[in-house]
């Protein structure tokens, strides 16, 4: 797996799996828990999951998944803004540990913005940091003045900013995108499907035609031809792994890069960082 390399001096790998949803229903469970495994055997070895999803379900389901392969696994976690302060993420934090079953997180982000100030954040994160609960630290749903602010406390040492970012919302490429790269940071695009809007559209059906791939294959594949973005698709299907994973083999040519321009046109001005 192709990884990208963190201010740090730490990689992430480029293609993950999300686990949004997962956790929800106890009937899916044992589902969730072979899906995440059997992407792990792939190759899938990022995984991103939050102490909101499933109010803490999903991290319990990633625990169980990573059981016996901590080793393996490249773990992103994040923190609810309201328990960003310094005394609330350290409890927060050991909490998704116990869900995780494991004794640090590779990428710990804050899940977006709140009204806890970024120095006590940064500060939090760099205590967890100092005792080895967490790898690196990085954010979430962040535009470019808050990433600006950030700088101030942050050592510049931002591991990466997860947004939203796609074919259908490509609001990051104004800006925030450009911002990262001067900053040498890589961005983490999450719902690379647009929650699944995205795979009907009929530009990606034929260029996905023409490289005998699928419409989910050239979404992904339009997110890792870019220097310095890595993307995190969620599904529970291990055929549908199978497909994601095969992105990777997807090399899109000038012609296609233009078919989706056209399709799906770059910003033209600064659009706010979109949620969905
Ligand atoms: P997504 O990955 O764009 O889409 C997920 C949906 O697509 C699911 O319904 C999945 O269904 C389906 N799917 C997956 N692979 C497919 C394929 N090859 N063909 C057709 N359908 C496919 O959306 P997302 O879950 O919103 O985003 C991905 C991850 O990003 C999340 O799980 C989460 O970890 C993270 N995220 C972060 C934030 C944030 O605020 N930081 C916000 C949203 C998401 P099945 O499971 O049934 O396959």
């Known amino acids: 797996m192709r990884t990208l390399k963190m201010p740090s001096g730490g990689r992430m790998p480029v293609l993950g799996q999300g686990t949004w949803r997962m956790g929800e229903d106890p009937r899916r469970r044992a589902d969730e828990v072979d899906a995440l495994r059997y992407g792990i055997d792939l190759g899938l070895t990022l995984i991103d999951t939050a102490e909101m999803y499933g109010e803490g379900e999903a991290e319990k389901i990633v625990g169980d998944a990573i059981e016996g392969r901590r080793d393996e696994v490249f773990l992103v976690s994040k ?30 982000l804050l899940h977006w913005r709140g009204s806890i100030p970024l120095a006590e954040t940064f500060e939090a994160f760099f205590a967890l940091r100092e005792e080895g609960k967490i790898r690196d630290f990085g954010v979430s749903n962040f535009d470019v003045e808050d990433m600006e602010e ?20 490509r609001g990051i490429e104004w800006d925030l995108l450009p911002w990262c790269r001067r900053h040498h940071m890589p961005i983490m695009a999450y719902s690379p499907f647009h929650e699944g809007k995205l795979l009907t559209k009929p530009a990606l059906r034929i260029i996905a035609a023409r490289h005998e791939a699928t419409p989910a294959q050239i979404a992904l594949a339009w997110l890792l031809h870019q220097d310095d973005v890595a993307t995190i698709p969620k599904s529970s299907r291990r055929e549908r792994l199978e497909e994601n994973r095969g992105a990777l083999d997807v090399k899109l040519t000038r012609e296609d890069l233009a078919e989706l321009d056209e399709a799906f046109p770059q910003p033209t001005h600064k659009v706010p960082l979109a949620v969905s």
Request: net charge positive; charged share 30%; with cysteine.
């Open 79 to 108: 923190v609810y803004p309201h328990n960003a302060s310094r005394r609330a993420m350290r409890v927060a934090c050991e909490r998704s540990l116990r869900r995780l079953r494991t004794d640090h997180i590779d990428v710990y």
């Open 150 to 169: 950030a700088r101030q406390y942050d050592r510049g040492l931002t591991a990466t900013d997860q947004v939203l970012d796609n074919l259908m919302r």
